[in-house]
Every structure is written in structure tokens, then in C-alpha cells.
């Protein structure tokens, strides 16, 4: 029986504007994933139960991992700020991984461009990223500033333990600048109609979900 842990949630892969929902799509079946913050590996028991995909998690929480290690294929406890992070999931025996999924973690990070650039090293030839990001242009966020308001919460756009902010153009220009090309993106919204987060993304989006493969090295 897997275990219960405080970072357990309810996954509705039916919902057309969940942002677990959008990224658990975009990944192929029978896919080899990296899920970088796996936190308690809801979401990658998905993948391996509906979509038989192999999903190693790497995680810095100890109690978190515990929980993940019976949902997961694998897991590695490391530190996603340490420099060489990526060195270390190799030496555990695992690379060569076909997506290397950032699932609303690199907001908590202070380094977000090295990291991304790290995760280079692990993908295998036509290899991607999903890097879901949450949208700090989002219109209550904008309604509360007009009113002097900007509070801290314990989960979603204002979570108090996120460490950088992105708006639609910075979410871009974080995955351009660490040398991805994106594919294709999406938008995750608070239950509204999906034409209409996708016709106003800048206002209506929560999170912005990308996916994006690395941008080979021209020849010398």
C-alpha cells in the first residue's frame, strides 16, 4: 500500500486547465523520465501506471523521498542547488533520459539558468524539458498590486517559498538563454474556459508549461 505524505495531492487528469494534468500530456508514452522534485512521485506513479514510463525522482526531502521510493522506479536524494547536481544522478546509475521534467520546482530555486543548463547533460539524443513555471502577470496578482497587495500564501502563484518570478516573455527567455528551443506551450488557468486562457494568456494563465529540446551547437 503506498504511503500517504503531506505532499500528496488529488490528480485530476481529466481537467482540462490543471497545471499536473497539462504536463502529465505532454509526456510520451513509455517515455524515461527525469522528475526533478518529485516531492511524494504522484504524478510519476502516473506515468508509470497509465503510461508505462520509466520515472527516476530526485528530490531534497528525505520524508518526501521515502513516500516516492514506492510510487517511483527510482529515486536520488541530492540537492538541486549544489553545482554538479546532474553528476550526481549519473553516478546513481541514470541517464540518457528521454524528458527531464522541472514540474513547478525551478520558481524555488536561486539559480534557475544553471540549473537548466545542466540538465542538458542528461537528456538523450531528441531528448526535452517540460519546465512548468508559475505566471506572476496572472490578473488577480495584477489586481492585487493595484490595490497594495502582494501576500504571500502557502501554495500557488504567491507561494511564500518561491525565490524568483516569471511573467510569459522572462519564462521564454529563462529556457532561450540556458539554450533550449521551445515546442510547444500551454497554459494551466483557475477553472476557466481554455479558449479563453489561451486567447489572454499574459492575464489568464496560472502557470506556463513548455516544452523545449536543447538547441544544437552550430559546427566551427
Same mark, same amino acid.
Given at each position: 500500500m503506498t504511503e500517504k505524505h503531506a505532499y500528496d495531492f488529488e490528480l485530476k487528469l481529466d481537467d482540462p486547465v490543471s497545471t499536473h494534468a497539462l504536463q502529465y500530456r505532454?509526456? =510520451?508514452? *513509455?517515455? $524515461?523520465?527525469? &522528475?526533478?522534485?518529485? !516531492?511524494? *512521485?504522484?504524478?510519476?506513479? /502516473?506515468? $508509470? $501506471?497509465?503510461? !508505462?514510463?520509466?520515472?527516476?525522482?530526485?528530490?531534497n526531502d528525505l520524508a518526501a523521498l521515502h513516500s516516492a521510493k514506492t510510487r517511483l522506479d527510482a529515486t536520488v536524494q541530492l540537492d538541486l542547488e549544489e553545482q554538479g547536481w546532474s553528476q550526481k544522478v549519473m553516478e546513481s546509475g541514470n541517464n540518457e533520459f528521454d524528458l527531464v521534467l522541472f514540474g513547478d520546482v525551478i520558481e524555488h530555486t536561486r539559480e534557475p539558468l544553471d540549473i537548466l543548463k545542466e540538465a542538458r547533460g542528461l537528456l538523450a539524443p531528441n531528448g526535452k524539458i517540460i519546465a512548468s513555471l508559475p505566471n506572476i502577470a496572472n490578473l488577480r496578482v495584477r489586481l492585487g498590486l493595484l490595490f497594495g497587495?502582494?501576500? @504571500?500564501?502557502?501554495? *500557488? %502563484? #504567491? &507561494? $511564500?517559498t518561491h525565490l524568483r518570478f516569471f511573467t510569459l516573455r522572462?519564462?521564454?527567455?529563462? #529556457? &532561450?538563454? /540556458? *539554450?533550449?528551443? %521551445?515546442?510547444?506551450?500551454?497554459?494551466?488557468? @483557475?477553472?476557466?474556459p481554455r479558449?479563453? %486562457?489561451? #486567447?489572454? =494568456?499574459?492575464?489568464?494563465?496560472?502557470n506556463i508549461i513548455m516544452v523545449a529540446r536543447p538547441i544544437m551547437a552550430k559546427p566551427s
Open positions: 505532454m509526456v =510520451p508514452d *513509455g517515455s $524515461r523520465v527525469l &522528475d526533478v522534485g518529485c !516531492h511524494s *512521485g504522484i504524478l510519476g506513479e /502516473a506515468l $508509470r $501506471r497509465k503510461k !508505462h514510463c520509466t520515472v527516476i525522482g530526485i528530490d497587495k502582494f501576500d @504571500y500564501a502557502d501554495s *500557488g %502563484i #504567491l &507561494d $511564500r522572462s519564462a521564454r527567455q529563462l #529556457l &532561450d538563454s /540556458a *539554450g533550449f528551443e %521551445i515546442e510547444r506551450v500551454t497554459y494551466s488557468g @483557475y477553472s476557466l479558449w479563453l %486562457i489561451n #486567447l489572454f =494568456p499574459s492575464l489568464f494563465a496560472v
